[in-house]
């Protein structure tokens, strides 16, 4: 038994102790939250609420994290991925590591794929922003400045 199972009151899982799914998790703080709305309860409703989008941001969380069988469906040929790759090494040894890279059709090594996260991009306040510029085509971003000189591109 798991400690956090130890910790929960039994009475608490209505189900004898079979753990909620995600989606039944979802399911029943969004039901809870219309219960309280009907009953006058603003405060439990709003609570409710912002406990299933959470869990809706967490689902989606995990399904952009999840790993993808080669033998299920492969990413956009030659665009960059993480890899699960299996090798087996000069002494006979068989390992396996993630690295990133591409997937060519041929490779056979490549077992599994996720795709890359976003790259990371500064939260900025409009009052730190010094200059814009904007391109007349319409497919070149814009870009802006900040007081400490960095340029960044316009995602707004």
Not at 45 to 64: G, M, P
Not at 83 to 101: A, E, Q
Not at 116 to 139: A, G, H
């Amino acid at each position: 038994m798991r400690k956090e199972d130890e910790v929960l009151p039994e009475l608490w899982r209505e189900d004898g102790g079979r753990r909620m799914t995600l989606d039944e998790a979802i399911k029943r703080y969004t039901d809870n939250a219309e219960y309280e709305r009907t009953h006058g309860n603003l405060q439990g409703c709003l609570d409710f609420r912002q406990l299933a989008e959470w869990l809706s941001e967490l689902k989606q969380l995990r399904e952009r994290t999840k790993w993808i069988p080669v033998s299920e469906r492969l990413p956009k040929p030659y665009g960059q991925v993480l890899r699960t790759v299996k090798s087996v090494g000069w002494n006979g040894t068989f390992n396996i590591y993630v690295d990133m890279g591409a997937i060519c059709p041929i490779d056979t090594n490549v077992i599994a794929w996720m795709p890359l996260p976003e790259p990371y991009e500064p939260q900025v306040n409009e009052d730190e922003i010094v200059s814009l510029e904007f391109s007349e085509d319409i497919d070149t971003p814009g870009k802006f400045q900040t007081k400490d000189g960095v340029w960044h591109t316009a995602t707004f």
